[in-house]
């Protein structure tokens, strides 16, 4: 049975509203929208958020936010327990088929797609260690805060496997192809200061700071015209695959668009 079929009402009271997508014994995701800024909160039980179960319920949960909660503008992504983003269970057994293997790509690339997708920022405050499937999910956001106590590794080859949430591609664009490789083909361990001085992390600041700083950023972006962050969004976001005048050419044009907005 799957831990996501309870639904609840999403009413939100003068902008503010909690919803609870799952909660059973693998995972839990709760929404909790305060004006235009929006908080997803995983908790875990024996598993993580990298369970078929956890993701499904935050896919759930970020679909439901863009269905109910349109003028929602930034994103928070934290974890009830500092380690909410270090468990790591996938719930695949050896010798899995290749159909139950290209079923669960399927479901990683649309959830991290769709919060690669959010039109605002999306900021992952991360309470603890990152692993797994967890640490991908921090990577697809645009900026992460994380405590003294983070430390950051991530092996997928010990177990026979690849990265599944796009940190083989995402961990060189922000860290460099060095670190990128030492991760995950040595297997090191980074702690929170090695992480920041990398670009893995942005920021480091006590437990009791987290919450409050990842609010303040995302309170920061609202203050921006929101189609044209969501237009710096995207052309950091294709620097990556384009070619240098292609971007320069996609900058004029929505420089041109924004100019053409503002007169209507």
Known sequence: MSPCLLRFLWIPSHGVGTLEYGRMSEVSVTLCCDDRVARITLGVGEEGVGSDAGLECLGDCLAGLQRREPAVRA???TGSTPESFSLETSNR???ESSVSVAAR???VATVFSAL???PGATIAAVPGPLRGLALEMALNCDFRIATPA???A???ARE???PEGGASQLLPRLAGESVAKRLLMLGETL???RALETGIVDALVEAEALLPTATEWASRSLEMDPVALTASKQLIEHARTRPLETGFATERDWMNELAGSSRD
Do not use: C, H
Request: charged share 20%; hydrophobic share 45%; aromatic share 8%.
């Open 160 to 162: 026979g496997r690849v």
């Open 93 to 95: 057994e050896a010798g």
């Open 116 to 118: 690669r997708r959010f």
């Open 150 to 152: 983070l430390s950051v």
């Open 154 to 156: 991530f092996a997928p």
């Open 191 to 193: 702690n929170g200061t």
């Open 75 to 77: 994103l928070i992504l």
């Open 105 to 107: 790509m399927r479901q």
